[in-house]
């Protein structure tokens, strides 16, 4: 065979696996570091920004919640521009229409209560109490979401939901 062929074949196969290899990164030792992530674009700081100028919105919310009655739930606290509100988030595969009673408790015994038809089916829904001023430090409110088993709601409980788990001691 011509040495030249073989030359020529030799660089176009480096050449070919040169970007493959670069790519693999290192096989040991401690893994590479990274630069700090750069600052979003200005298009994503603009989408992030509060409307009017205010406040952020925080949404603190419970864990997310199944019975085995096939009802899916999470409660959460919503606050933004001065504003707090409760809002749950749900599907039911239950097999029937049931009610939930959303129930926003804020300082000083303040509370603010919706009612909501939950629809049967396995698309996902959500049900908000009104908004409110906030009074206070926005991480004294909580909520709670209870649904029940049936469609005018004097059924029997079959899911609670909140949106804070139980407050950690000081030790």
Not at 13 to 26: R, Y
Not at 101 to 111: D, I, N, V, Y
Not at 144 to 161: H, I, N, Q, Y
Request: with cysteine; aromatic share 4%; proline share 10%.
């Amino acid at each position: 065979m011509n040495p030249r062929v073989i030359g020529l074949a030799t660089v176009v196969v480096f050449t070919a696996l040169l970007p493959l290899a670069a790519s693999a990164g290192p096989t040991g030792g401690p893994p590479a570091r990274s630069a700090p992530p750069a600052a979003p674009p200005a298009v994503l700081q603009e989408l992030q920004k509060p409307e009017n100028g205010g406040a952020p919105s925080v949404e603190r919310c419970g864990p997310a919640l199944t019975s085995r009655d096939g009802i899916e739930a999470q409660t959460c606290v919503l606050t933004e521009n001065g504003d707090t509100w409760g809002r749950t988030y749900y599907r039911n595969a239950s097999g029937g229409e049931l009610r939930s009673a959303l129930s926003l408790m804020g300082p000083e015994g303040r509370t603010v209560q919706s009612h909501c038809v939950v629809e049967d089916g396995d698309e996902p829904g959500s049900c908000e109490t009104p908004r409110e001023r906030t009074a206070g430090k926005p991480e004294r409110y909580w909520a709670v979401a209870e649904f029940a088993g049936s469609g005018d709601g004097t059924g029997p409980l079959l899911l609670r939901s909140g949106s804070n788990s139980a407050a950690r001691s000081a030790s």
